[in-house]
């Protein structure tokens, strides 16, 4: 999981490795640190962004800690669903009730159908969409795919899948 | 240089093409007999080549009603058989006897039919050991590419992860007039009819057979699985719309049929796909493309005409020559 927080410190020495400290433990990794020092400003705090990569559950546990040394989270941002992949369906998507094909993506909890695209060339032809996939890692997108794909069977609807990489 | 006699069984686009080449270049091979569904000669010392063209074109057969292709593949005139007749898919004769009964009879054999080859791989390739002789079959696959030489000899030591292609000529042209020229599905077929890059039924193609057959092809001959056509997990073209080639195109990427094989998967599939741009197995028109993935050496991707006679007479002279390499002289 992907995870931007805005924080707010006290300017001093060290501050800012006890903060990134729990994060390393708890086997989070850091992505950026980026510093915004305003050399105007009077005040002796200072405010970091941080954007880390959380194992799943771990983010309360950091945010407790991070509290506990007196730090102040301004925001906290989660990028949760960092994969996407476009397919492509052709077949009577609209007549096989296309809110409910995306419903059943959208109702997996690890999935969503961030885009779509139709094109519907006469009444009563086969449309073609295509239809773009979010999720938070590669393991959900392929059974993600693979719910599409059983529900695509059932409603007779032709799935094209992007040749995946192998490595 | 000792050189080895060839019978050619089958005068077709391939038969024909093999000829031309034997006339055309200097090989160490001699065309002893030849035949098609019709007559055959036989002549120990080398048939002319001008005579079967001519007779072919008068007759309708390049050879004599009296002989016929049985009678070559029992004779002793030839030590290596190329058999490129004209075969039934469904039980692959009437190659499968002549090339059972040739190696039989210790010779060997090369060929471009991929009825057998699907059907009975394990059995043939079994029965060649046996005799200590060779099935050869590069014509199979991909036309001129050689796939199945580089896979056999020249990624030796390499574990072979997985294979991705697109294998069939006719379903890539169709694909590819869709997208140029936003022809329909129908349109596009008609026109691969008219140029001869489709036939009269085109289903054996656009529905991906051809494309799973071959798929077993190289499945069999890199993994020594068994796998027969309803293995296979097939998928064809025939319902793709131009819209859903447009909104690939909208991504910058284009559909193509494309034929897989991850044995750690499990999976055979013929199916259509969504390809980026860049990517270096969009080919366009008629060719064919491999990639091979493998532990060493990365991977490899092969590009190249698919069919076409000189193109797949390329493949059966290769054979014949390799075999002669490793043969000539032997007792």
Known sequence: MQVSMKLEMKDTPGQLVRVLEPISLCGGNIIAVIHQRDPESESDTLDVQIVLDLPAGRLPAVVDQIKVLGVNILRIDEERLLHKQSLIMIGHIMHTDISDTVDQIDRTGYAEVSELSLKMPAINERSSARITLRTANRKDMENAVALLRKVAARKELLIIEPLEEMT | ?331
Request: aromatic letters at 4%.
């Open chain 2, 1 to 331: 240089m000792k050189t080895m006699r060839v019978a050619l069984l089958g005068f077709g686009s391939v038969g024909q093409g093999v000829v031309r080449v034997l006339g055309e270049k200097d090989l160490p091979l001699t065309l002893s007999a030849i035949a098609d569904s019709k007559g055959g000669v036989i002549d120990d010392g080398g048939i002319s080549i001008t005579e079967a063209f001519s007779r072919k074109e008068k007759t309708g057969s390049c050879g004599k009603p009296k002989v016929t292709a049985m009678d070559i593949v029992r004779s002793n005139a030839y030590d290596i058989l190329v058999e490129v007749t004209p075969t039934n898919m469904a039980t692959g004769e009437p190659a499968l006897t002549h090339i059972r009964t040739a190696l039989e009879l210790g010779r060997h054999v090369v060929t471009s039919n991929k009825g057998p080859v699907a059907l009975a791989h394990r059995e043939l390739i079994a029965l060649a050991t046996k005799k200590g002789v060779e099935l050869r079959y590069e014509a199979t696959v991909c036309g001129a590419i050689p796939i199945i030489k580089t896979l056999r000899d020249g990624l030796l030591g390499n574990e072979v992860k997985a294979l991705f292609g697109v294998m069939n000529g006719t379903c890539n042209y169709i694909l590819t007039r869709m997208e140029d020229e936003g022809l329909t599905y129908d349109q596009a077929l008609g026109e691969a009819q008219e140029m001869g890059y489709a036939e009269k039924d085109p289903t054996y193609d656009v529905k991906g057979l051809d494309t799973a057959i071959k798929l077993i092809i190289l499945a069999n001959t890199v993994w020594g699985m068994d796998a027969k056509l309803g293995d296979v997990d097939v998928t064809g073209i025939d319902l793709i719309t131009p819209q859903a080639i447009q909104l690939a195109l909208d991504e910058e990427a284009a559909i193509r049929l494309i034929g897989e094989a991850i044995p750690s998967r499990n999976l055979l599939r013929v199916s259509p796909r969504i390809i980026p741009r860049n990517h270096p197995l969009l080919v366009e028109g008629t060719l064919n493309a491999v990639t091979v993935v493998t532990d060493l050496a990365g991977e490899l991707t092969f590009i190249g005409k698919g069919a076409g006679s000189i193109e797949t007479a390329s493949a059966v002279i290769g054979d014949l020559l390799s075999i002669r390499e490793q043969y000539a002289g032997r007792p």
